[in-house]
């Protein structure tokens, strides 16, 4: 088992994450909702400030931390952490463990958890298990391997790839291993990568439903408590940030058992409500925050079974959710949803195409961006009562999944091959 801890001598400054960054996977608010204005609208090739040739493959969404860029790849059986400038020149690159492949074709990859910032640190966690802290300037923190150090997941146990992404809570870095053995919540220090604690998630999902592969949300409670909110393996919970404790549940997503309902479309939450889409794109599950042990009964406000997302994390803003559709059926459908009640607002078709959705929606300055996986960007009002299309955008075909960034009036578009820096 291999657990090393490098330590470079620093002052300890509380973390602190800027206006202008995008500190992880969802953005600023963790809720696909970008902060700023004056984004592009329309865009071409013309527009594109720079372009960056990525060393490798992968999947993650960019962090960005000041003028630093940080993404992950896997390469020659190395992964491999980078970080680029706001100029387009790479700073430095870095070497974590070793990589193992993907299974699921262009969309998996070894590297398709996206690395998180805290203002003074970024976090990458990679397929084989790789876990670690470098500085900003590319010093090795601390590193770990989850899977050697609990000895649970093997190739067996997870029947696909790693697709969650570590969190950051008041005091931690936390990851979830959702898999067909014994799955857990693990909170780490992330000055030292020290493991402050470890809780087992137990549900009674049967085979490949508890397969899941959903990033985590830190948000509060209504008691102003810090908590995390995991979604899959048949269940909604919420657990205490500061030991992991479960507080409540909700296990009414998979009522007849089904087999394979695995789970990849994570949660979002505002307003003391969590958004919760399921059963392979079938169902969106609106859940009160609050109370204690079994809440299912007390605690689900509305389920809507016309619209949900099987991979694409839906947005949240100002009582309304945004659904991007990819199941067949209704592949490229957008759906505006009124928080409260589950109530449609808006839906419509967007130009329908061989290709799906991996991406998550962002919404930005009222407008909400929709990237396809030929990294086609489409770009719809987001405010109105009415479905509307403002642009359709692509410079490259390119296979992507990654959500894009906004940051400071700019998108970052990563695709399997290259960044791309939009606007002036």
């Known amino acids: 088992m291999r657990h090393v801890v490098l330590l470079a001598p620093m002052l300890f400054i509380a973390a602190q994450v800027h206006a202008g960054d995008w500190p992880g996977w969802r953005g600023p608010n963790g809720n696909g909702v970008a902060d700023g204005r004056s984004y592009p609208t329309a865009w071409s090739a013309d527009d594109v400030a720079w372009t960056y040739k990525l060393n490798g493959i992968g999947a993650s969404t960019p962090a960005v931390s000041g003028d630093s860029i940080f993404v992950t790849t896997t390469t020659g059986g190395k992964n491999l952490v980078t970080c680029i400038g706001s100029d387009g020149k790479e700073r430095w690159e870095a070497k974590l463990g070793r990589s193992i492949d993907g299974k699921q074709g262009k969309d998996g990859t070894g590297a398709n958890p996206s690395p998180v910032i805290d203002g003074e640190r970024v976090f990458v966690y990679f397929k084989s298990g790789d876990f670690g802290c470098f500085s900003l300037t590319g010093e090795l923190q601390w590193e770990t391997n989850v ?151 007390s605690h689900v406000m509305w389920t809507n079974a016309d619209t949900a997302a099987d991979v694409p994390t839906p947005t949240i803003a100002n009582g309304r959710i945004y659904v991007l559709r990819d199941v067949k059926t209704a592949r490229g459908t957008v759906d505006c949803l009124d928080l409260q009640t589950g109530r449609t607002i808006w839906s419509g078709q967007l130009e329908r195409h061989r290709m799906t959705f991996r991406a998550s929606p962002v919404l930005a300055d009222g407008k909400l961006y929709v990237t396809r996986q030929d990294g086609t960007v489409f770009v719809l009002d987001a405010l109105g009562d009415e479905f509307k299309v403002l642009a359709t955008n692509k410079i490259a075909e390119e296979h992507t999944i990654a959500t894009p960034v906004f940051v400071d009036g700019k998108i970052l578009l990563r695709t399997q091959d290259h960044i791309y820096l939009i606007g002036a």
């Open 147 to 297: 899977f050697e150090r609990f000895a649970e997941v093997t190739s067996e146990t997870l029947w696909w790839d790693l697709g969650t992404s570590p969190v950051l809570t008041k005091d931690a870095i936390v990851v979830t291993m959702m898999h067909s053995g014994p799955s857990y919540l693990a909170a780490f220090n992330r000055r030292s990568g020290k493991l402050l604690w470890k809780h087992d998630r137990i549900t009674d999902a049967p085979r490949e439903a508890a397969q899941s592969y959903t990033t985590p949300i830190v948000t509060t409670n209504p008691a102003g408590r810090e908590v995390i909110v995991v979604t899959g393996a048949d269940y909604v919970t919420c657990h205490n940030a500061a030991d992991g404790d479960e507080l409540w549940r909700v296990g009414t997503l998979n009522p007849e058992h089904n087999e394979y309902f695995r789970s990849i479309s994570s949660s979002v939450s505002s307003d003391g409500i969590v958004i919760a889409p399921y059963a392979r794109g079938g169902t969106l599950t609106a859940i009160r925050m609050g109370g204690s042990g079994d809440v299912t009964k």
